[in-house]
């Protein structure tokens, strides 16, 4: 019987979605990046980004079941993104997909490798704190597993469980649709979900789906871009709005640059302003 091969390569940041942001060359889709990290740019082809060897793979999943149930997702999450792309307007947008696209926003949130190192880091952090602690041998041994890379990933793998319940939460936020008809594109990058808050909710944090003041910054091609919002507080915001000066869209490429884990992703090889 013949077996299966594994996919190897599995992408965090889904390759229809960087399509949007790349050109078509010799039937490939060639994407210009900035890697922050070396603070250096290139150019490549999008199956070479926002993506790692067996990334979703654990040892329970002999089947590859995440990354298969992902790519089926995203058959449905790239109906709706082209059809809001053909639209240009949020009101003319049927409810399912509407929802496909709060869905898509809330597992992109979660399934970046932005959301595994913060898992790492919180362990981490942890495991810093009881190790001044008093512990038996078996509790130091199984803090020990915990931050096993397998351990990290599993949590982070049932940590994307939660999705239909953040997407439901952005589905009722308030949705404007940014639409750039400036000479400037809209970068995405390797972590492409910028969250953003004015209100200062100082002890506790700012950053929360229901805090007052939320923003979640979402570029869906280089002149097309969704803000979902607190519903109160930006009430009497427009649903639509349109940028035709170039200021406005750099406060969107520094918000790529702060959000992205290394790689910044754009149709055009300009990243001065990412250097």
Not at 96 to 113: D, G, P, T, V
Not at 125 to 139: A, F, G, V
Request: glycine share 2%; hydrophobic share 40%.
């Amino acid at each position: 019987m013949r077996t299966m091969q594994k996919i190897k390569l599995q992408h965090y940041v889904p390759r229809f979605y960087l399509r949007n942001f790349s050109k078509l060359l010799d039937k490939n889709y060639i994407i210009q990046c900035f890697d922050k990290e070396k603070n250096k740019q290139f150019e490549t082809i999008i199956e070479n980004v926002g993506c790692e060897k067996f990334f979703y793979d654990s040892k329970g999943d002999t089947i590859q079941s995440v990354e298969k149930n992902l790519a089926k997702l995203e058959g449905m999450f790239n109906n709706s993104i082209l059809n809001l792309i053909k639209l240009k307007d949020l009101s003319k947008l049927p409810i399912n997909e509407k929802f496909m696209l709060s869905l898509f926003i809330a597992i992109q949130f979660l399934r970046s490798k932005e959301r595994r190192e913060g898992i790492k880091d919180m362990i981490n952090q942890l495991l810093k704190r009881l190790s001044k602690e008093s512990l038996s041998p078996l509790l130091k041994r199984e803090l020990e597993d915990v931050k096993k890379e397998e351990s990290i990933k599993e949590l982070h793998i049932r940590l994307l469980k939660e999705a239909p319940e953040f997407a439901n939460i952005i589905l009722q936020m308030k949705w404007i649709l940014i639409i750039n008809k400036t000479k400037t594109p809209f970068w995405t990058s390797d972590n492409q979900i910028y969250w953003h808050n004015e209100i200062n909710h100082w002890p506790y944090g700012s950053l929360g789906l229901t805090k007052s003041g939320i923003e979640l910054h979402l570029p869906l091609t280089p002149n097309l871009l969704i803000v979902c919002c607190d519903p109160i507080s930006f009430a009497n915001e427009p649903s639509k709005k349109v940028l035709r000066d170039f200021r406005y869209v750099i406060r969107e490429l520094s918000y790529q640059v702060y959000s992205s884990t290394r790689f910044i992703f754009s149709n055009k090889s300009e990243f001065q302003f990412a250097h």
